[in-house]
């Protein structure tokens, strides 16, 4: 890569390792903080070029389909690993916000592996709601 491609010259190539990894770290970015694909706008765009000229913001379809396979990615690891434990405890957790504003509920697998001899813990899901009472 020359000076003239990092200063707004060439765009990385849809297949370069660079493009994939920005790519895959923005795909996590927007499916972990549950961000709405609409996020991926013009003023997010520009926001990207200001960072990193030479990479182009793939379509929403494109991100899409990278949240697809990093969350196909991860089941397949988490059931690696359900499926060689020899015990697992399935645990709910339920927590409000400070004044109870907000409500959080998770459901966590706590397992032990022989393999690496180490204790393990997989949220399996969580939930969040900003309709809460005391009252139920």
């Keep these: ?3 003239h491609d990092t200063m707004g010259g060439r765009k990385y190539s849809c297949q370069s390792d660079k493009y994939c ?14 961000a709405l694909i609409s996020f991926v706008d013009d003023s997010f ?9 030479s990479y182009e913001l793939p379509s929403r379809t494109k991100i899409i ?9 991860l089941k397949k690891e988490i059931l690696t690993y359900l499926h060689s434990a020899q ?22 697998a706590h397992f ?3 393999k690496d001899k180490k204790r393990h813990n997989i949220t399996l899901a969580a939930h969040f709601t900003t309709h809460c009472s005391e009252s139920g």
Excluded: H, P
């Design 65 to 73: 389909k990278e949240i697809t396979v990093i969350c196909n990615k």
């Design 45 to 53: 765009k520009l926001f990207t070029q200001t960072l990193d000229s």
């Design 21 to 34: 990894s920005i790519t895959r770290k923005l795909a996590v970015f927007i499916g972990w903080t549950n």
């Design 112 to 114: 032990f592996l022989t």
């Design 1 to 3: 890569m020359t000076l």
């Design 87 to 108: 015990y697992v405890n399935i645990c709910t957790e339920i927590w409000t916000k400070k004044g109870m504003s907000a409500l959080f509920l998770e459901i966590i």
